[in-house]
Protein backbone atom coordinates (compact mmCIF):
# COMPACT_ATOMS: atom_id res chain seq x y z
CA UNK A 1 0.00 0.00 0.00
CA UNK A 2 1.43 3.14 -0.98
CA UNK A 3 1.61 6.24 1.91
CA UNK A 4 -0.17 9.26 0.98
CA UNK A 5 1.39 11.78 3.31
CA UNK A 6 5.03 12.71 3.83
CA UNK A 7 6.99 9.04 4.56
CA UNK A 8 7.70 8.04 7.94
CA UNK A 9 11.22 8.07 7.05
CA UNK A 10 11.45 11.07 5.50
CA UNK A 11 9.86 12.96 7.91
CA UNK A 12 12.65 11.38 10.85
CA UNK A 13 15.25 12.28 8.47
CA UNK A 14 17.88 15.15 9.41
CA UNK A 15 16.19 18.58 7.58
CA UNK A 16 13.12 16.12 6.43
CA UNK A 17 15.22 16.49 3.24
CA UNK A 18 16.56 13.22 1.38
CA UNK A 19 18.05 12.13 -2.04
CA UNK A 20 16.34 8.80 -4.03
CA UNK A 21 19.11 6.76 -3.25
CA UNK A 22 19.26 7.62 0.02
CA UNK A 23 16.05 5.20 -0.15
CA UNK A 24 16.98 2.40 -1.99
CA UNK A 25 16.40 0.05 0.96
CA UNK A 26 13.00 1.33 1.01
CA UNK A 27 11.96 1.09 -2.54
CA UNK A 28 12.21 -0.24 -5.35
CA UNK A 29 12.31 2.60 -7.69
CA UNK A 30 12.72 5.61 -5.31
CA UNK A 31 13.13 8.48 -8.28
CA UNK A 32 9.90 7.78 -9.35
CA UNK A 33 8.26 7.51 -5.79
CA UNK A 34 9.85 10.89 -5.08
CA UNK A 35 8.56 12.25 -8.32
CA UNK A 36 4.93 11.01 -7.39
CA UNK A 37 5.21 12.44 -4.05
CA UNK A 38 6.31 16.01 -5.81
CA UNK A 39 3.44 15.22 -8.29
CA UNK A 40 0.81 14.90 -4.83
CA UNK A 41 2.05 17.49 -3.14
CA UNK A 42 3.45 15.86 -0.61
CA UNK A 43 7.29 17.13 -1.13
CA UNK A 44 8.80 19.75 -2.83
CA UNK A 45 11.69 19.35 -5.02
CA UNK A 46 14.58 21.63 -4.00
CA UNK A 47 16.53 20.61 -6.74
CA UNK A 48 17.76 17.45 -9.52
CA UNK A 49 18.23 14.62 -6.79
CA UNK A 50 17.05 16.54 -3.95
CA UNK A 51 13.67 16.67 -2.34
CA UNK A 52 12.33 18.54 1.72
CA UNK A 53 8.99 17.38 3.01
CA UNK A 54 7.49 21.05 4.75
CA UNK A 55 7.31 21.62 8.34
CA UNK A 56 4.65 19.50 9.92
CA UNK A 57 1.23 20.47 9.48
CA UNK A 58 1.98 22.44 6.12
CA UNK A 59 1.37 21.93 2.66
CA UNK A 60 4.12 21.16 0.37
CA UNK A 61 2.20 22.64 -2.94
CA UNK A 62 1.71 26.20 -0.62
CA UNK A 63 4.84 26.32 1.20
CA UNK A 64 8.75 27.69 -0.38
CA UNK A 65 11.41 27.00 1.75
CA UNK A 66 14.13 30.11 2.50
CA UNK A 67 17.42 30.11 0.93
CA UNK A 68 19.36 28.63 4.31
CA UNK A 69 16.53 26.28 5.04
CA UNK A 70 17.00 24.42 1.58
CA UNK A 71 20.54 24.64 1.43
CA UNK A 72 20.52 22.79 4.42
CA UNK A 73 18.33 20.35 3.62
CA UNK A 74 20.61 19.62 0.18
CA UNK A 75 24.13 19.67 2.12
CA UNK A 76 22.81 17.37 4.98
CA UNK A 77 21.26 14.91 2.51
CA UNK A 78 24.19 15.08 0.73
CA UNK A 79 26.74 14.91 3.52
CA UNK A 80 24.82 13.78 6.28
CA UNK A 81 23.37 15.49 9.44
CA UNK A 82 25.49 17.95 11.45
CA UNK A 83 28.14 18.02 9.30
CA UNK A 84 27.48 21.19 6.90
CA UNK A 85 27.86 24.40 8.06
CA UNK A 86 25.91 27.49 7.38
CA UNK A 87 28.63 29.60 6.98
CA UNK A 88 29.67 33.72 5.87
CA UNK A 89 26.83 35.16 4.13
CA UNK A 90 24.49 32.65 4.73
CA UNK A 91 25.22 32.90 8.69
CA UNK A 92 25.23 36.24 8.67
CA UNK A 93 21.60 36.23 7.38
CA UNK A 94 20.31 33.81 9.85
CA UNK A 95 21.56 36.03 12.56
CA UNK A 96 19.70 38.69 11.29
CA UNK A 97 22.96 40.85 10.37
CA UNK A 98 21.54 41.12 6.60
CA UNK A 99 17.45 41.60 6.68
CA UNK A 100 17.34 42.05 3.39
CA UNK A 101 16.87 39.37 0.65
CA UNK A 102 20.29 38.15 -1.23
CA UNK A 103 19.83 35.35 -3.67
CA UNK A 104 23.13 33.55 -2.81
CA UNK A 105 24.02 31.40 0.70
CA UNK A 106 26.97 29.78 1.92
CA UNK A 107 28.12 26.31 2.64
CA UNK A 108 30.94 24.71 4.28
CA UNK A 109 31.27 20.93 3.36
CA UNK A 110 34.07 18.25 3.61
CA UNK A 111 34.27 17.78 0.15
CA UNK A 112 34.80 20.29 -3.11
CA UNK A 113 31.76 20.68 -4.32
CA UNK A 114 29.96 22.98 -7.96
CA UNK A 115 27.67 25.61 -6.96
CA UNK A 116 24.34 24.69 -6.93
CA UNK A 117 21.07 26.65 -8.24
CA UNK A 118 17.86 25.69 -6.55
CA UNK A 119 14.47 25.38 -8.25
CA UNK A 120 11.79 27.95 -7.82
CA UNK A 121 13.96 31.02 -7.75
CA UNK A 122 15.06 30.24 -4.18
CA UNK A 123 18.75 31.05 -4.52
CA UNK A 124 22.54 29.96 -5.64
CA UNK A 125 24.50 27.30 -2.91
CA UNK A 126 27.86 28.24 -2.69
CA UNK A 127 29.75 25.59 -1.71
CA UNK A 128 33.08 25.96 0.23
CA UNK A 129 35.52 22.82 1.23
CA UNK A 130 36.65 23.12 4.70
CA UNK A 131 36.95 20.85 7.88
CA UNK A 132 33.50 20.83 8.89
CA UNK A 133 34.43 20.08 12.51
CA UNK A 134 37.08 22.48 12.74
CA UNK A 135 34.27 25.41 12.55
CA UNK A 136 33.14 27.19 15.62
CA UNK A 137 29.34 26.64 15.13
CA UNK A 138 25.95 25.63 17.15
CA UNK A 139 22.56 23.93 16.03
CA UNK A 140 20.41 26.06 15.39
CA UNK A 141 16.77 25.52 14.13
CA UNK A 142 15.37 25.91 10.68
CA UNK A 143 11.60 25.62 9.26
CA UNK A 144 12.08 21.81 9.05
CA UNK A 145 15.12 20.98 11.72
CA UNK A 146 18.09 21.73 13.23
CA UNK A 147 21.50 22.07 11.83
CA UNK A 148 25.09 23.76 12.09
CA UNK A 149 25.25 27.54 11.69
CA UNK A 150 28.67 29.51 12.30
CA UNK A 151 28.75 31.39 15.40
CA UNK A 152 29.06 35.28 15.03
CA UNK A 153 32.76 35.49 15.75
CA UNK A 154 33.48 32.57 13.00
CA UNK A 155 31.30 34.24 10.85
CA UNK A 156 33.29 38.07 11.73
CA UNK A 157 36.36 36.14 11.31
CA UNK A 158 35.57 34.38 8.46
CA UNK A 159 33.96 37.62 5.78
CA UNK A 160 37.32 39.66 7.29
CA UNK A 161 39.79 36.57 6.27
CA UNK A 162 37.98 36.14 2.67
CA UNK A 163 35.27 39.23 2.13
CA UNK A 164 33.93 36.94 -0.84
CA UNK A 165 32.37 34.29 1.80
CA UNK A 166 30.60 37.34 2.56
CA UNK A 167 29.50 38.59 -0.42
CA UNK A 168 32.01 41.13 -1.55
CA UNK A 169 33.66 44.10 0.66
CA UNK A 170 30.92 45.90 0.88
CA UNK A 171 28.79 43.34 2.10
CA UNK A 172 31.27 42.00 4.36
CA UNK A 173 32.05 44.93 6.14
CA UNK A 174 27.93 45.76 6.89
CA UNK A 175 28.05 41.87 8.09
CA UNK A 176 31.07 43.14 10.44
CA UNK A 177 29.39 46.16 11.86
CA UNK A 178 26.40 44.37 12.59
CA UNK A 179 27.01 41.38 14.13
CA UNK A 180 30.32 43.48 16.28
CA UNK A 181 27.95 44.26 19.23
CA UNK A 182 26.94 40.80 19.77
CA UNK A 183 30.85 39.31 19.54
CA UNK A 184 31.93 37.57 22.89
CA UNK A 185 36.09 39.58 22.80
CA UNK A 186 37.44 36.45 24.40
CA UNK A 187 36.03 34.09 22.68
CA UNK A 188 36.82 35.73 19.28
CA UNK A 189 40.48 36.46 20.20
CA UNK A 190 40.78 32.53 21.60
CA UNK A 191 39.27 31.53 18.00
CA UNK A 192 41.56 33.68 16.09
CA UNK A 193 44.40 31.85 18.18
CA UNK A 194 43.70 28.61 17.60
CA UNK A 195 42.54 29.19 13.65
CA UNK A 196 45.53 31.53 12.69
CA UNK A 197 43.38 34.59 11.91
CA UNK A 198 44.87 37.42 14.58
CA UNK A 199 45.39 39.53 11.04
CA UNK A 200 41.20 38.42 9.95
CA UNK A 201 40.17 39.57 13.47
CA UNK A 202 42.46 42.75 13.55
CA UNK A 203 40.83 43.68 10.30
CA UNK A 204 37.45 42.89 11.79
CA UNK A 205 38.33 45.44 14.62
CA UNK A 206 39.18 48.24 12.49
CA UNK A 207 36.00 47.91 10.24
CA UNK A 208 34.23 47.82 13.65
CA UNK A 209 35.35 51.15 14.94
CA UNK A 210 34.63 52.36 11.18
CA UNK A 211 38.60 53.04 10.40
CA UNK A 212 38.06 51.26 7.65
CA UNK A 213 35.96 48.70 4.96
CA UNK A 214 37.51 46.18 3.62
Known amino acids: MRET ?28 EFTRLRHRGVVRRLAHGYYIAPPEGVEAGTWKPGLETAA ?14 LMGL ?19 VPEQARALELDDDVGLVIFVTRDTAAIDARLEQFETGRALVATPEQTVLDVAHRPDWGG ?14 RVDDEH ?18 RVAAKDAGL
Open 5 to 32: GVPAALARAPMRAARPQNFRDRWAQPTK
Open 72 to 85: MGVATARYGDRVPV
Open 90 to 108: GAARFHRALPRAIGETFVA
Open 168 to 181: GAALATEIITALWP
Open 188 to 205: LNALATRQGRHAARERAA
